[in-house]
């Protein structure tokens, strides 16, 4: 789930809370169109609001947990080396070698070192690591293969439609 976070950005409205707002500002239109109390439709929103929202949260924290428990079922032992050209994970039947250039984002952070392609990635963690020494090696080996963003990933164009623009 923390690897997620990295790679997709956050969001500042969720699908949850934009839906919480408007089911608050119909039911709102609907209890004023009653001819109630001021304080009774203030009081029947915050309450309905506390429910709606209450109910999106532990829709969003089952989300969280069967991940999690997908993940934690499907989670493979397996060993791996990373050298200057690639990355080699053995497990019990396989041999993977993924060269640098296979991925497109590096993302270090003192706990987590991941690299990925779009949405698949790797992540490394120190404690998977016999020594301190070892982990920082890693850092650093992976740090010296960031890519730098072209400028068609950048502004989402060809060189073609640059070319064109420019005439």
């Given amino acids: 789930m923390r690897v997620e976070r990295l790679l ?5 409205w969720s699908f949850s809370g934009i839906t919480t707002i408007a089911l608050l500002a119909a ?15 203030i009081l029947f929103l915050v309450i309905t609001g506390g429910f709606f929202g209450t ?3 532990l829709m969003h924290k089952s989300s969280l947990k069967a991940k999690r428990k997908h993940y934690n079922r499907n989670l493979i032992e397996r060993s791996g080396t990373l050298t200057a050209d690639e990355i080699a994970v053995t497990t019990d039947h396989t041999k993977t070698e993924l060269k640098w250039d296979f991925f497109d984002k590096v993302i270090i952070t003192d706990n987590l070192v991941l690299v990925a392609k779009d949405k698949d990635y790797m992540a490394f963690a120190p404690h998977m690591f016999s020594t301190q020494q070892e982990w920082e090696s890693c850092k650093a080996l992976v740090s010296g293969r960031e890519k730098k963003p072209q400028a068609d990933r950048v502004y989402g164009s060809s060189e073609a439609d640059e070319s064109r623009r420019m005439k």
């Fill in 55 to 57: 109910l999106f949260w």
């Fill in 8 to 12: 997709i950005p956050r969001k500042y």
């Fill in 27 to 41: 039911i709102a239109v609907t209890v004023m169109s009653i001819q109630t109390s001021f304080l009774f439709t």
